[in-house]
């Protein structure tokens, strides 16, 4: 497996645990973004690191464009650069560092903009690399804290990189942290514990759904479904994104989807994003629309 080492705190905490438990199993990867002066040198510190501890390691230097939302192109661009070295060398795994902490933020992050269940769940300890859903992306520090990581590499001796753009207030991130950690009335482990929970939930929906997808008539060119009566409306919606897949549709979630499921269930024949939802007999019958013709 690799590992997503980018030399702060909690990246090289992970690096050391691996090499406590596992010192043979896995290599490491720096994605060099180029954003600051400092980065090639921190990238150059985690290759001392794992040489003096005999790990392989790769500093994979991207490029980015100018331009605004800086942080989400570098989360993609990671991503990519990343998926790429794991397909080159055929790692069966990605891990990175994300801890208790990251999993509060970001559920703080979602409610602030009312996801739903999925959401909520905030992030896996199992999932995918984005972008790459056919490579497994493991996140195993999700227990921990962020001081009990930095203190591992206190412990240890070393002098992590510290990113000055994690005090940035400009990013959402920074300022729920700086809430977080100024307030004694949140908890980051209960924010973990109920994402845990709430991703369980979950995946029992998913369970479901697969259930109700067997059960249905799946062709190349139509989906024919029998929804059971009183279908609750979340199952009912992911059954719509499970066919928004099956025909590569990228699913519009939200208002549209919700009114595609609304015509289906007044038995009406409705459209959207080029698939035709039929839902007259009591029998919901999906197909690719007709494109029209320019004249």
Not at 6 to 23: I, N, Q, T
Not at 64 to 84: F, I, P, T
Not at 101 to 107: L, W
Not at 193 to 205: N, P, R, V, W
Request: hydrophobic residues 45%; proline residues 5%; glycine residues 8%.
């Amino acid at each position: 497996m690799g590992l997503a080492v980018s030399g702060g705190p909690d990246s090289l905490a992970m690096l050391l645990l691996f090499h406590e438990v596992a010192p043979r199993d896995f290599c490491v990867a720096t994605v060099d973004h180029g954003l600051r002066p400092e980065s090639a040198s921190e990238a150059a510190m985690v290759a001392r690191l794992c040489a003096e501890r005999g790990i392989p390691h790769d500093t994979i230097p991207i490029a980015l464009a100018k331009g605004s939302a800086v942080q989400e192109r570098a989360r993609a661009g990671r991503y990519r650069a990343m998926a790429d070295w794991m397909r080159e060398l055929g790692l069966t795994a990605l891990v990175t560092a994300h801890h208790a902490d990251d999993q509060a933020e970001t559920m703080v992050m979602r409610l602030n903009r009312g996801a739903g269940l999925r959401g909520l769940a905030a992030m896996r300890s199992v999932s995918a690399v984005p972008g790459a859903p056919d490579l497994p992306l493991l996140r195993p520090l999700l227990g921990w804290r962020r001081t009990e990581l930095a203190g591992i590499v206190e412990v240890a001796g070393i002098a992590p990189a510290l990113d000055p753009s994690n005090h940035d207030a400009s990013y959402e991130r920074v300022r729920v942290r700086e809430a977080m950690t100024s307030s004694d009335a949140f908890d980051a482990n209960g924010f973990a514990a109920s994402a845990a929970h709430l991703a369980q939930a979950d995946e029992a929906i998913a369970w479901s759904v697969d259930r109700l997808w067997d059960a249905a008539q799946v062709a190349a060119e139509s989906v024919d479904v029998a929804p059971p009566k009183d279908l609750p409306r979340v199952l009912a919606l992911r059954l719509l994104e499970r066919v928004m897949e099956h025909f590569a549709v990228s699913s519009p979630r939200g208002g549209d989807l919700v009114r595609w499921l609304e015509s289906l269930d007044a038995g009406g024949v409705a459209t959207l994003a080029g698939i035709k939802a039929d839902g007259r007999g009591g029998t919901w019958r999906f197909t690719l629309a007709p494109k029209h013709r320019s004249a």
